[in-house]
Structures are given as structure tokens and as C-alpha cells.
């Protein structure tokens, strides 16, 4: 009866000790987007990103106004020209308007594929910096803010990263 108790007693204490044997493992969290947005290469990126999209829109908003004046001309003329004439000049119209459609959707990929692309390359100038601060404090964790429900600041590394990162990515 003796054995069967301390047999007992012992499996209890391995029972409660063990969830403490994993609690040195370091954990920590950061935020990637706000590195790339803060740093200094991914302000010049999301610059460069920006002066396209604004070319974009320029080049938009001049087909834009050659439609706009076509139709004006349209509704001018409407009541002047014969009805075969008018229908070509809607049919133009109509096809003008499909390939502003067209270029629009062209140019809307283009800036996302361009974007997607950019940060794809800083996210792999910043992956070793991150493996090597994750080795030099023993870091076993790294965790993306955003699947971060709730947690304490000290875990967040995010400001080390910002400034890793500046100084080491020109």
C-alpha cells in the first residue's frame, strides 16, 4: 500500500512540474508592416510605389477627358448628323470607354504586382537581419504582431528591429 502511494505521490509531482520545463523558451512579436512603412528603405519603396500610382492616375485621367469631350461632342451633334454617323460615334465612344476599362484593370495589376513584388525584396533584406538578432538573444519565437491577440510590451521588439534595420539596409 506504501508503494502504491509514493508511486502516486510521484506521478503528481512530474504531472505539475513539467508545464514549467517549457517556460524558458524566449518568445517575442513584431510588428513587420510598421518596420516597413517606419524604415528608411521601405519609405523610399512606398515613395517610388506612390510616384507610379500618381503617373497611373495622370495617364487615367487623360483618357478620362478625351471620353468626356467625345461624349460632350456626342450630345452636341446628336441632332446635326444622320443617325449612321451617330451610331459610329457611339460604337467609338463605347470602345473608347472598354479600353479605359481595360487600361484601368492593366494598371491597377501592374502597381500590385509591382508593390507585392517590392516588399516581398525588403521582407528578404530584413529576414536575416531577424534571424541574427533572434540568435544573438535567444530568441526561439518570432511571431507576427497581427496573430498577436494580447500580450506585454517587453515582448515586442518591433522599435530594435526599426532601428536594426535602418542601420543596416541603406
Given at each position: 500500500?506504501?508503494?502504491?502511494?509514493?508511486?502516486?505521490?510521484?506521478?503528481?509531482?512530474?504531472?505539475?512540474?513539467?508545464?514549467?520545463?517549457?517556460?524558458?523558451?524566449?518568445?517575442?512579436?513584431?510588428?513587420?508592416?510598421?518596420?516597413?512603412?517606419?524604415?528608411?528603405?521601405?519609405?523610399?519603396?512606398?515613395?517610388?510605389?506612390?510616384?507610379?500610382?500618381?503617373?497611373?492616375?495622370?495617364?487615367?485621367?487623360?483618357?478620362?477627358?478625351?471620353?468626356?469631350?467625345n461624349k460632350?461632342?456626342?450630345?452636341?451633334?446628336?441632332?446635326?448628323?444622320?443617325?449612321?454617323?451617330?451610331?459610329?460615334?457611339?460604337?467609338?465612344?463605347?470602345?473608347?470607354?472598354?479600353?479605359?476599362?481595360?487600361?484601368?484593370?492593366?494598371?491597377?495589376?501592374?502597381?500590385?504586382?509591382?508593390?507585392?513584388?517590392?516588399?516581398?525584396?525588403?521582407?528578404?533584406m530584413i529576414?536575416?537581419?531577424?534571424?541574427?538578432?533572434?540568435?544573438?538573444?535567444?530568441?526561439?519565437?518570432?511571431?507576427?504582431?497581427?496573430?498577436?491577440?494580447?500580450?506585454?510590451?517587453?515582448?515586442?521588439?518591433?522599435?530594435?528591429?526599426?532601428?536594426?534595420?535602418?542601420?543596416?539596409?541603406?
Amino acid at each position: 500500500m506504501l508503494r502504491l502511494k509514493e508511486k502516486i505521490f510521484f506521478l503528481i509531482i512530474i504531472i505539475f512540474f513539467q508545464n514549467y520545463s517549457f517556460a524558458s523558451e524566449k518568445i517575442a512579436f513584431v510588428d513587420l508592416d510598421y518596420v516597413i512603412n517606419k524604415s528608411k528603405i521601405g519609405s523610399k519603396v512606398l515613395k517610388e510605389l506612390e510616384n507610379v500610382n500618381k503617373s497611373n492616375l495622370k495617364k487615367l485621367n487623360l483618357i478620362k477627358t478625351k471620353i468626356d469631350k467625345n461624349k460632350e461632342e456626342i450630345i452636341k451633334t446628336k441632332n446635326v448628323v444622320s443617325e449612321s454617323e451617330l451610331k459610329s460615334k457611339i460604337d467609338e465612344q463605347k470602345k473608347s470607354i472598354i479600353e479605359f476599362d481595360q487600361t484601368k484593370i492593366k494598371l491597377e495589376k501592374e502597381i500590385n504586382e509591382l508593390r507585392r513584388k517590392k516588399m516581398l525584396e525588403i521582407v528578404k533584406m530584413i529576414n536575416p537581419l531577424l534571424e541574427k538578432y533572434m540568435e544573438e538573444n535567444s530568441i526561439e519565437v518570432l511571431l507576427k504582431k497581427d496573430s498577436i491577440y494580447l500580450s506585454k510590451k517587453n515582448y515586442d521588439i518591433t522599435k530594435q528591429i526599426l532601428d536594426l534595420v535602418n542601420k543596416n539596409i541603406k
